[in-house]
């Protein structure tokens, strides 16, 4: 299984936080918005059949049901699942959920897809290029693949583990390990090997001031990447 056992542990015990937007996750509350517009305005949602792999408790799956795409979100987290379940019967936005590998839900439904987004996923398993793989698997041709991770260098360390995680006490201690960092290059071969093409690069920056997050052309620390599968 492509899953780091202490990693899944992590996200398990604080699963019951998962909506709350002054938690652990309060990050994911506010990038989100974010990254569901880049989606939207690169592949619009609506009408589109999407799957969200490594969706925890349901942020992003839920953003993009009510856009209107008929949204799969699919983790090996059953604690979070079961959050993200409990949360989509209280607000009423339909999102099918699913216990399952991304590389096992790529060989039961290969090629059902228009949007596939992983999203702060592939820097906590032990082979992101498997995962890459199955993301390519699962989409249609002509249809488009979203990631997001971090990057691996001096100044990444600095903001994604040191600043967020010890000084500004954004993130729990040990939430990422930078040896699990991605470069762009990296991430780009991944791509290309698994048959997808390139389409563009996003950054994402915060200003501890302001405490605002916003999309940049900075890529050294957080960014984003678009694919497309080719028809």
Known sequence: MNADPLELQKFSELAHRWWDPTSEFRPL????????????????????????????GGILSESMAR???????????????????????????????????????AAQEAGQY????????????????????????????GGHVFFSTLNRNPKAYLFAVIGAEYILRMLPKGTHDYDK??????????????GLEVQGFKGMGYNPLTKIYSLNDDTSVNY???ARRPL
């Open 224 to 226: 984003l990447v678009a």
């Open 181 to 194: 960092f991605i470069t762009p290059s990296e991430l780009s071969q991944f791509i290309r090997s698994a």
């Open 29 to 56: 509350h506010e990038i989100n918005p974010l990254r569901l517009e880049w989606i939207n305005a690169r592949a619009p949602l609506a009408g589109k059949n999407v799957i969200d792999i490594g969706c925890g």
């Open 67 to 105: 856009k209107g795409a008929t949204v799969t979100g699919i983790d090996l987290g059953e604690k979070a699942l079961k959050v993200a379940d409990l949360h989509s019967l209280e607000s009423g936005v339909q999102v099918r959920y699913k216990l399952i590998a991304a590389e096992e839900m």
């Open 114 to 141: 228009d949007v596939v987004t992983c999203m702060e996923m592939l820097e906590h398993v032990p082979d992101p290029s498997a995962i890459v793989r199955a993301c390519a698997a699962l989409v249609k041709p």
